[in-house]
């Protein structure tokens, strides 16, 4: 085990981390800015759509999750990056893992959104 601090100055600590990430990502990354403007249009709308708990938290939860893979991906990225200009085939495969994860949440996305839109308005 790391020596470090404990209790409330690592959970201090590390909300100033993720604090600090939250704002790389929307600095650095266009992706990150256009689907955290998504989010906020479609939080309102989750609440006129959704009929139960249950579908506010997967509609929410469904954007939150675009967001948190968006991260990952972003981050991925910046350490392919940072440890070169030149093409390797596992740098580009991250890079390539990365996309597709983006892409499987954003199909999940339209997914529970789209089914529970049927169920509400079909």
Same mark, same amino acid.
């Given at each position: ?5 404990? +209790?409330?100055?690592?959970?201090? !600590?590390?909300?100033?981390? =993720?604090?600090? +990430?939250?704002?790389?990502?929307? *600095? $650095? ?5 256009? %689907?955290? /403007?998504?989010? *906020? ?5 989750? /609440?006129?759509?959704?009929? =139960? ?15 948190? *893979? %968006?991260?990952?991906?972003? #981050?991925?990225?910046?350490?392919? !990056?940072?440890?070169? %200009?030149? $093409? $390797? ?11 597709? #994860? ?7 996305? /339209? *997914?529970?959104? +789209? ?8």
């Amino acid at each position: 085990m790391k020596p470090g601090k404990t +209790g409330i100055a690592r959970i201090i !600590d590390a909300t100033a981390y =993720s604090i600090k +990430g939250l704002k790389a990502a929307f *600095v $650095h990354e266009a992706a990150f800015r256009q %689907e955290l /403007f998504l989010t *906020v249009i479609l939080i309102p709308l989750a /609440f006129w759509l959704g009929q =139960s708990a249950i579908e506010y938290a997967l509609l929410i939860g469904s954007l939150i999750l675009i967001l948190i *893979v %968006e991260i990952l991906n972003s #981050a991925i990225e910046a350490v392919v !990056d940072r440890t070169g %200009e030149e $093409h $390797h085939e596992l740098a580009g495969r991250a890079k390539d893992m990365g996309s597709a #994860a983006v892409m499987l949440v954003l199909i999940n996305a /339209f *997914v529970i959104w +789209g089914l529970i839109a049927y169920d509400r308005f079909f």
